[in-house]
């Protein structure tokens, strides 16, 4: 049967198949047709307005289906809030559906080939050593952050060199038609200083990528990439206090001076005469939010600079990922998901610009590294890195437990076009032992060439097939 238009989305419920007819920015689904799978699906598809609504019932739930699932989800799953979001509002919501409905998972992977699998297996560990020289790459340049802060702290005008130097190699990085983002795990986080360079060059890294999305000549993106570098480079005039954690002792800025940081930073680089007023207005206003309700000032809309607005929604997307406290972070999908919710369910008064969030979507997709996903063929893994140029096809991680601890899986989507991701897993909906094995505690996405990294699996070897593999 073909689709029906809703008249009353009231008749709506859990397990309805909709379609929505509406531009891609008018709903926060990453597509058109689903299957109605939460509460938070309905609250959404109710506040939808400029849409038609339409369903299916060949392929919806009956309400007896429907209300298991329901029952079964609310007894599985809390949601954490965000602090700066309406108490209305929930965490997931770039939900991906199959078509036909699912079926019960027997543990199996269909038509699984031995030759394939040896292909993921060689293109893992193609990509390890590839990711060991751009860890080391990435460390090197984190170090440079951190020595770019300290001269900058001591009045040397030597640290804008570094940084531009610092920005120039982001934007070159980026731009090249070859470039991948790809997870890193910065576990090792020592306090405010490394803290401060890891933050800085992740939303430095995403400002100028969303920077791209609007087409920002090359002069206007490296002020960007200076004030998403600096922005939170006042926490440097902060009183510093000591903490005992169970790794040993860690410095961290004042919390109760942390207010304070947009000022101190904006003052202390209007002491350097090379410094332009895009960059001092970043650093001052990267807290103000759109609806008013930011710090220090409470400016709102159009008395905020548009690299202002992409800088306040990269520097809110890692903070979301990289929480102090690990056990709040949210991976990125989540992040993602929830800023865009905030955006569109707070269409008349949003918190953040909502183009300067589309762009973030479009930069690094509905699933950036670090996000957890079910593939079509029944594999479970992580995003590890995407192709920038097509941020839809990125390279997954699979969960191989039965390998052992120095082997694995990698997959490439845009070397296997069968292949597409069926949809996000929360963490709560996967076995602690995955988490373990895939998930890092805390990410950076650190933008690199992909040139040398995992060779095409065409070229490989023929091998013989193997009907299925067991999880």
Not at 58 to 87: C, K, Y
Not at 295 to 317: H, N, Y
């Amino acid at each position: 049967m073909s689709f029906i238009e809703v008249e009353d989305r009231n008749v709506l419920q859990l397990g309805t198949f909709v379609k929505i007819e509406g531009s891609w920015f008018s709903h926060p689904f990453p597509t058109n047709t689903f299957k109605i799978k939460s509460k938070e699906d309905l609250a959404t598809i109710h506040g939808l307005t400029n849409v038609t609504i339409l369903y299916d019932p060949d392929r919806s739930d009956s309400v007896e289906e429907e209300n298991a699932e329901s029952a079964i989800q609310e007894e599985s799953s809390t949601l954490e809030m965000d602090p700066e979001l309406d108490p209305t509002d929930g965490e997931e919501d770039f939900t991906v559906s199959d078509d036909a409905g699912t079926k019960p998972n027997d543990g199996l992977i269909p038509e699984s080939s031995l030759s394939e699998l040896l292909d993921r297996r060689e293109d893992y560990h193609e990509f390890q050593n590839h990711l060991r020289k751009v860890e080391g790459a990435y460390q090197k340049i984190l170090g440079q952050g951190n020595e770019v802060f300290k001269q900058l702290s001591g009045r040397r005008s030597s640290g804008l060199k570094s940084a531009d130097l610092m920005v120039s190699s982001i934007l070159q990085a980026i731009q090249h038609p070859k470039t991948a983002m790809s997870m890193i795990d910065i576990v090792g986080s020592n306090g405010v200083a490394w803290g401060l360079s890891e933050h800085a060059l992740n939303v430095c890294t995403l400002s100028l990528l969303i920077g791209r999305q609007f087409e920002l000549d090359h002069d206007a993106l490296m002020e960007l990439g200076r004030g998403a570098l600096f922005h939170d480079v006042g926490y440097r005039a902060l009183p510093m206090k000591v903490k005992f954690v169970t790794a040993g002792i860690k410095v961290q800025a004042d919390p109760e001076l942390g207010n304070l940081h947009p000022e101190l930073g904006r003052q202390l680089m209007a002491c350097y005469q090379e410094t332009g007023q895009t960059v001092l207005d970043i650093i001052a206003q990267h807290h103000e939010r759109c609806d008013g309700s930011g710090f220090p000032k409470g400016l709102s809309g159009e008395q905020l600079s548009l690299c202002t607005r992409i800088v306040m929604a990269a520097d809110r997307f890692d903070e979301l990922c990289n929480a102090p406290n690990p056990e709040t972070s949210l991976n990125p999908h989540e992040a993602l998901s929830r800023l865009y919710r905030h955006v569109v369910v707070n269409s008349e008064s949003p918190k953040y610009c909502p183009h300067a969030i589309q762009g973030l979507v479009q930069a690094i997709g509905v699933f950036p590294p670090g996000t957890l996903v079910e593939l079509s063929d029944g594999f479970m893994g992580i995003v590890s890195s995407l192709n920038i140029e097509n941020p839809a096809r990125p390279v997954v991680l699979l969960y191989a437990p039965w390998l052992c601890r120095n082997d694995g899986l990698l997959v490439n989507l845009s070397r296997e076009p069968h292949l597409e991701i069926k949809k996000a897993l929360h963490p709560k909906q996967v076995p602690t032992q995955m988490l373990a094995y895939l998930s890092p505690r805390r990410m950076a996405m650190f933008a690199h060439a992909t040139e040398g990294a995992t060779a095409a699996a065409n070229s490989r070897r023929s091998r013989f097939l193997k009907p299925a593999l067991r999880h």
